[in-house]
Nanobody, 122 residues
């Protein structure tokens, strides 16, 4: 499985940004997809997860109501729509693939993509 994330950039507080993750490879190894992030000096943390079939989602409390994860099964792409960004959202964002939502929420992903940097600053 190969994961390629893109869409990061520099935005101001209150702005929106959409990240994309192109997915290729063995579908049975990526029953669930996730977005995770690592801020400077902090540990990597789970942000949002989604199942490929059914589209069940789960979010970290810090992003509920502001971020939306979705997937396009035809394009094999997972998205993270981020609204009302604040400075605490500044981090390198990683997409990842795992067996189920519980494992990806616990950061026990099987595959990780390269990160894309999101900087929120005025």
């Amino acid at each position: 499985v190969q994961l390629q994330a893109f869409g990061g950039g520099l935005v101001q507080p209150g702005d929106s940004l959409r990240l994309s993750c192109a997915v290729s490879g063995r579908p049975f190894s990526r029953n669930a997809m996730s977005w995770n992030r690592q801020a400077p000096g902090k540990e990597r943390e789970f942000v949002a997860g989604i199942t490929w079939s059914g589209g069940t989602t789960v979010y970290a409390d810090s992003v509920k109501g502001r971020f939306t994860i979705s997937r396009d099964e035809v394009k094999n792409t997972v998205y993270l729509q981020m609204n009302n960004l604040n400075t605490e959202d500044t981090a390198v964002y990683y997409c990842a693939a795992g067996s189920n939502l519980a494992t990806v929420e616990a950061l026990h992903n099987i595959y990780w993509g390269q990160g894309t940097l999101v900087t929120v600053s005025s």
